[in-house]
């Protein structure tokens, strides 16, 4: 059982916007910021968005991301073949002082 | 070019040790934070243990703690992870990842390849 709630799967076609919810609480997402990582299959995972919604260098802005009290979310538009793969949310823990991951969730584009 | 590479992984006895490496190039090493993090066979991720700039600050999963030991050695620019009275749950792929400077230490902006732990009779 994961800190951090995702859907175990979200599914869409080519060209369509697909959101990933992660609910926390308020020693996580409500307190600090939210990280989103891809990790496509047999690979490393790939950090996607941070502090909320922020970009590291070369992800393209079809990933966007956003934060609401102790829930964030990641958006992906114009859906990719390539989008295909696992998600996960990641915060800092006050309570367990470390960090803690959703369970990840698996993006199928159809 | 940053690169992080991990090695020490392998096929090890319930209750055996091991050590694993993360040698860091492509940035100065003694700058950034470091983490390790697992991933289970087909399971999701989680975090290991953290270890700040000069190794000043250490934390670790209530899983782990008290069998791992995190440590750094800035002039090999490498991060180790000693693990003792391993379990078949530790069984995972370990990867270390590096803090995204000046951001949270949740925000880990570049990943080794992960190396192998499989712990087994």
């Known amino acids: 059982q994961s800190v951090l709630t995702q859907p175990p799967s979200v599914s869409g076609t080519p060209g369509q916007r697909v959101t990933i919810s992660c609910s926390g609480s308020?020693?996580?997402?409500?307190?600090?910021?939210v990280n989103w990582y891809q990790q496509l299959p047999g690979t490393a995972p790939k950090l996607l968005i941070y502090s909320n919604n922020q970009w590291p260098s070369g992800v393209p802005d079809r990933f966007s991301g956003s934060k609401s009290g102790t829930s964030a979310s990641l958006a992906i538009s114009g859906l990719q073949s390539e989008d295909e793969a696992d998600y996960y949310c990641a915060a800092w823990d006050d309570s367990l002082d470390g960090v803690v991951f959703g369970g990840g969730t698996k993006l199928t584009v159809l | 070019e940053v690169q992080l590479v991990e090695s020490g992984g392998g096929l090890v006895q319930p209750g055996g040790s091991l050590r694993l490496s993360c040698v860091a190039s492509g940035f100065t090493f003694r700058r950034y934070e470091m983490n390790w993090v697992r991933q289970a066979p087909g399971k999701g991720l989680e975090w290991v243990s953290y270890?700040?700039?000069?190794?000043?600050?250490?934390k670790y999963a209530d899983s782990v703690k008290g069998r791992f030991t995190i440590s750094i050695d800035n002039a090999k620019n490498s991060m180790y992870l000693q693990m003792n009275s391993l379990r078949a749950e530790d069984t995972a792929v370990y990867y270390c990842?590096?803090?995204?400077?000046?951001?949270?230490?949740?925000?880990?902006?570049?990943w080794g390849q992960g190396t192998l732990v499989t712990v087994s009779s």
């Open positions: 308020s020693s996580n997402i409500g307190s600090k910021t």
């Open positions: 990842a590096r803090v995204h400077e000046g951001i949270s230490s949740s925000a880990l902006d570049y």
């Open positions: 270890i700040s700039t000069g190794g000043s600050t250490i």
